[in-house]
C-alpha cells in the first residue's frame, strides 16, 4: 500500500474546463477528455517530494528515472526535492511494457543505468504510472541480482496508479493520484510516441488512438 495519501480521481468524468489548457495543434480532438490540470500534477508532486524527505532525511537516495514516460515527473520531483535541501543522486533507465494502448506482458530494457551506483544504497525507482506492474515485477528483481553487494532498499515512487480489475505484481510506495481504468496521455505519457508534450493528462480519444504520426513532418 501507498505510504502517502493517493489523490483519488473518480471513475465518473470529472467535466474538467479545459479551455485553458495548452497542447500542440496537430492533437486538437485527439482527447476525450481532461482528467487531471498541470496545476493539480504540481500539487501532487509536492507532496510526494515532503513524504520522499520525512523517510530519507540523513541518507541520499538514488533517484532512478524510467524512461520516457517518467522524465518531466521526475525532474519536478528533484526540484521539489532540492527545495527541502535533499540531497539525492540520479540515474536513468529506458524500460517498456507497452505497444499501442495494452501492456504486452514483454518488457524491454534498454541500456543507461549504472548499477554500481547501487550498491548497498537507498533506490527510489520514478515512474509515471503503474497499473498491471508487469515492468516492475521485471526491473526490481533484475537490479538486484545485477547490483553485488545488492541495494540497501528498492521503493516505487508513480505519479499515477491505475484501479484494474487484478492485483497489480508491485505496488508503489509513494503514489501521487489512483485514476480509473483509462488509457491515458500526456505529461510524459505517449501512444505511439506522440503527447508526451502536454502539461495536463488526458483520456486519448478514437481519433488519438487511430492517429498516424507519420504524417506529421
Known sequence: MPSNEAIVIPDEPRNLDASNCVYPAEYEGHFDSLMIFKDEIRKAVQSLANKIHEDYQGCRPVMVCILKGANPFYQHLLDALQDHKQGYNTEFIRVSSYEGTNSTGHVKIEGGLDVN?????????????????????????????MTNPPPASIEVCSLLSKRINKPQKVEAKYVGFSIPDHFIVGYGLDHNELYRDTEDIWIISQKGIDFDPSCLS
Open 117 to 145: 551506483m547501487l550498491q548497498q544504497k537507498h533506490v527510489i525507482l520514478v515512474e509515471d504510472i503503474v497499473d498491471t506492474g508487469t515492468t516492475l515485477s521485471y526491473l526490481i528483481p533484475m537490479l538486484k541480482e
